[in-house]
């Protein structure tokens, strides 16, 4: 199993930036992928970002450009730096792990831009 604790999130204003941490309670090079998703109220919960074991990272299109997912093996931590943050991008955002064939989540973080 996997456990992840997600932190980071908060409000901020439009064009402003905050960085999403998850750590995960085993070491990350046994988990095959690991990413992280968003819901917004009233909307289904969507891909944001995605890195697979050894392979590139993807993402939402809404997010390319602004958006950079990237891990810590030895802090066994995921990362995700938001930048020019827009309104749009309030959510909860909700880590997720790939192990053993299992799908496993965090508790989320609710992310809000404001002015």
């Known amino acids: 199993q996997v456990q992840l604790v997600e932190s980071g999130g908060g409000l901020v204003q439009p064009g402003e930036s905050l960085r999403l941490s998850c750590v995960a309670s085993r070491n990350i090079l046994s988990i095959t992928a690991m990413g992280w998703f968003r819901q917004a109220p009233g909307k289904e919960r969507e891909l944001v970002a995605h890195l697979a074991r050894g392979g590139d990272p993807n993402y939402a299109d809404s997010v390319k450009g602004r958006f950079t997912i990237s891990r810590d093996n030895f802090k066994n931590t995921v990362y995700l730096q938001m930048s020019s943050l827009k309104p749009e991008d309030t959510a909860v955002y909700y880590c997720?792990?790939?192990?053993?064939?299992?799908?496993?989540w965090g508790q989320g973080t609710q992310v809000t831009v404001s002015s």
């Open positions: 997720h792990a790939n192990y053993n064939y299992n799908h496993y």
